[in-house]
């Protein structure tokens, strides 16, 4: 079945530092891609998407570009906030052309210290 | 915003007693979902539906049904809660390009 790998952390950054969070999926066909964050207590927002291969998403200064000859879905920003400090996911939908249930990485804790 | 409520919010229970989870919307999405958060997991896919009365199972349905009689509200039934499904439960409408999908606020769900 369909699954997603990322660096669960914490991954601890200082404020300005470049960020990449890698995600790595195994789904057949051509899934769509996201990114979503988690601030402490609140629910998630999607951060950005991809639906096919070489397409770049991108949202508040967050970037990631579909890769499908890596199976990559990696997440970029050039100068980090400590308001960044948060849960990010990875998630994919599969390729069946259904509106299944995301696939969900297990999230990978960001901490930006001042 | 994609106009979600989850109610309620936290509840706290014993073990063996049934408990109902409500997730409404107000935008008349066809595709809703229930998920379940814990740490070292992930989300995790309960049940979703795709229409009034059509329901599917997810990954992990076990001691978990779901009730759809209207389009705006999605229900989660715990049967018999049990410590395992301690846990935080989201419910969530798919829209857009891609199957993008968009979250309620979450219920916390303690069962003692």
């Known amino acids: 079945g369909d699954s997603v790998t990322q660096m669960e952390g914490p991954v601890t950054l200082s404020e300005e530092a470049f960020l990449t969070i890698n995600c790595t999926y195994t789904a057949t066909g051509y899934p769509s891609l996201f990114w979503y964050v988690q601030y402490p207590g609140e629910g998630l927002q999607l951060l950005l998407k991809a639906t096919k291969a070489d397409d770049k998403g991108s949202n508040k200064g967050f970037e990631a570009t579909y890769r499908k000859e890596t199976t990559s879905f990696h997440l970029e920003k050039g100068s980090v906030q400590v308001s960044d400090s948060a849960v990010y996911f990875c998630a994919l939908s599969g390729a069946g052309g259904g509106a299944d249930g995301l696939t969900f990485g297990k999230g990978t804790h960001l901490i930006i210290q001042p | 915003d994609a106009g979600i409520t989850q109610s309620p919010r936290h509840k706290v229970t014993e073990t063996g007693t049934p408990v109902t989870l409500r997730c409404h919307q107000t935008e008349n999405h066809r595709y809703m979902y229930w998920y379940r958060q814990d740490p070292g997991h992930g989300l995790r896919l309960i049940h979703y539906s795709y229409g009034v009365k059509d329901t599917d199972k997810g990954e992990v349905s076990d001691g978990y049904s779901v009730s759809r009689s209207k389009t705006e509200d999605f229900l989660l039934t715990l049967e018999s809660a049990t410590s395992s499904q301690t846990s935080v439960y989201f419910c969530?409408?798919?829209?857009?390009?891609?199957?993008?999908?968009?979250f309620g606020p979450g219920t916390r769900l303690t069962v003692l």
């Open positions: 969530a409408i798919a829209r857009g390009q891609g199957n993008e999908q968009f």
